[in-house]
């Protein structure tokens, strides 16, 4: 019985881990999305999701222990993939992506929003909430990795970006 047990238990271990990587690569390779600004459709699909994966965690183990044992692999693996971006960049950029710079010099840069799936106006609307009206104004604009735009206007110093997170939901495409 005990073997049992501690099978179902490895079972759920080895479950949770192979659909948190998997999430990990489907949210790259689909475009992040910023997890503050989600849309209604982004919030269904994220809580269809956690119920679908749900079962394939924890199997027919629906027991609090159980429970607790898929929540426990889930934090020490993601503990263990922030430590490892942190310990090698490589491997964070590999899961986060890099930035991209939006505009240049008062410049859209047209090619690099269609790798970030933006429409100019989701752009305008980003620098408009920093307070800046037109693109000319702007010396760079740069989507983050965590896909937030950055704007540095031409009126601040070289050491001041104004940073805000925007109300649009945008999505992340490694350039």
């Known amino acids: 019985m005990s073997e049992l047990l501690s099978n179902n238990y490895f079972h759920i271990i080895i479950s949770t881990l192979v659909i948190y990587i998997f999430i990990v690569i489907a949210i790259r390779l689909f475009g992040k999305k910023e997890l503050a600004q989600l849309s209604v459709v982004d919030m269904v699909f994220i809580l269809l999701i956690s119920n679908v994966v749900q079962n394939a965690m924890v199997g027919p183990d629906a027991t609090l222990l159980g429970g607790l044992v898929a929540a426990t692999t889930l934090f020490v693996a993601n503990y263990i993939f922030k430590y490892l971006q942190y310990r090698f960049p490589k ?10 710079l939006l505009i240049y010099e008062g410049k859209v840069i047209e090619p690099h929003l269609k790798k970030a799936r933006i429409t100019t106006d989701e752009l305008m609307e980003a620098i408009r909430e920093h307070g800046v009206a037109t693109v000319e104004e702007i010396n760079l604009a740069v989507m983050e990795v965590d896909g937030n735009i950055s704007v540095l206007s031409k009126g601040y110093s070289n050491k001041t970006v104004k940073r805000r997170k925007t109300h649009k939901t ?6």
């Open 170 to 175: 945008i999505s992340h495409v490694e350039s």
């Open 91 to 100: 491997f964070g950029k590999i899961v986060e992506g890099d930035a991209i």
